[in-house]
């Protein structure tokens, strides 16, 4: 007679986070937030604004506010791995959270100084270190679960504005150097789904649902910005980009669920979309 296996335990996460980096990554997610202070007070522009031309698919102001609760999740995830203790997260994911939150800061300080191009290479690195950390949270097994939860809400979120973001300061820096002029749409919508493809293809990856919430948070920024501006072209591709994206966490979802019926959940892998 043979007697029920008991469940496989998630494997522990390799190598580990640190309580020294835990207090880096606190330290950086403070430092961000008090650099919108600094860059408000020299340039007198929000996070994101700046002093670079607005283009036609740059999302209504109200779509920044995003901000306040990227910077809260960022300092309750650090706070919260520092109380739980940092062996339930990657030590990768550690490291990635110092570069995203440290290139955050040179972003904003960036902006104060009005170049379109310094701010594009800050939030390459910021785009990098995002992407790379998403991909880390959805994939490996994080422990607490409340605390797994947490970690893929914080960097899920920042993870989808910086996607989008990344792609609207690319066309800034586009603007600045002489190679497409502001009014032009045509190279703005290809811009527009270029961000459309990214967003859609991390959505169906990593199956987060924080990072879609940012990205369709974004592009509802830019309908508003198309219907303001009487602009079917802008509100209909952005409208039709969230559709997209909605449709690819669905699909990741389903994907991830008919993979885990067919066979044993990997060890360390994360076990469900959050």
């Not at 007697?3 to 403070?30: D, E, K, M, Q, Y």
């Not at 339930?88 to 972003?107: E, H």
């Amino acid at each position: 007679m043979t007697t029920p296996s008991a469940p496989a335990a998630v494997a522990p996460v390799r190598p580990a986070g640190t309580r020294p980096l835990a207090w880096v990554v606190l330290g950086a997610s403070v430092l961000q937030v008090a650099a919108p202070a600094v860059s408000i007070g020299v340039s007198g522009d929000t996070p994101g604004a700046g002093s670079a031309p607005d283009l036609l698919v740059s999302p209504a102001g109200w779509a920044f506010g995003i901000w306040g609760v990227i910077y809260l999740l960022a300092i309750a995830q650090a706070v919260g791995a520092l109380v739980a203790g940092p062996g339930g997260l990657p030590r990768r994911l550690q490291l990635d959270q110092v570069l995203l939150y440290a290139s955050g800061a040179l972003w904003i300080a960036m902006s104060a100084l009005g170049s379109s191009l310094a701010t594009a290479a800050a939030l390459a690195l910021m785009l990098a270190a995002a992407v790379d950390g998403v991909l880390v949270v959805a994939r490996s097994g994080l422990v607490p679960r409340w605390l797994a939860r947490l970690s893929r809400a914080a960097v899920g979120l920042y993870a989808g504005w910086v996607t989008a973001a990344f792609f609207l300061n690319l066309g800034t820096a586009l603007v600045e150097v002489g190679a497409f002029d502001v009014g032009g749409l045509g190279w703005q919508l290809v811009l527009l789904a270029g961000a459309a493809v990214v967003l859609a293809a991390l959505a169906y990856a990593t199956r987060v649902v924080a990072y879609v919430v940012a990205g369709i948070w974004a592009l509802g920024g830019i309908t508003a910005t198309g219907l303001g501006n009487d602009d079917p072209g802008v509100w209909g591709l952005a409208v039709a980009a969230a559709a997209v994206i909605g449709a690819a966490l669905v699909a990741g979802i389903a994907a991830g669920r008919a993979g885990r019926s067919g066979s044993p959940v990997r060890p360390g892998r994360a076990a469900r979309p959050s």
